[in-house]
């Protein structure tokens, strides 16, 4: 048994900043990948960050220079850290573990329930 639970979300302001966190539980032998997804009302689901256990990066244009994301693969936890948060970053955000190699032997991918993210004046 494999889950992910996010924490981080809430409202803020335009310019603002949260950091939004990870942690998948469960007995969980690797995961070659981490990241965030986002889903906005009438959109499709998109990516927007994912970092592997080495270390290697990747960003949705939307988020590069402004979004950071970091992984502690002893904790199996990964963050994202937003900054300068425009109105078009609200949406739901889903965390995904990729590629985890589980106690049973199974190897699959997971989602989180999702937080959400609004950024409002």
């Known amino acids: 048994q494999v889950q992910l639970v996010e924490s981080g979300g809430g409202l803020v302001q335009p310019g603002g900043s949260l950091r939004l966190s990870c942690a998948a539980s469960?007995?969980?032998?690797?995961?070659?990948?981490m990241g965030w997804y986002r889903q906005a009302p009438g959109k499709q689901r998109e990516l927007v960050a994912t970092i592997t256990s080495s270390g290697r990066t990747n960003y949705a244009d939307s988020v590069k220079g402004r979004f950071t994301i970091s992984r502690d693969n002893a904790k199996n936890t990964v963050y994202l850290q937003m900054n300068s948060l425009k109105p078009e970053d609200t949406a739901v955000y889903y965390c995904n573990a990729e590629g985890v190699v589980a106690g049973d032997g199974s190897f699959d991918d997971y989602w989180g329930q999702g937080t959400q993210v609004t950024v409002s004046s």
């Open positions: 469960g007995r969980i032998f690797s995961i070659y990948a």
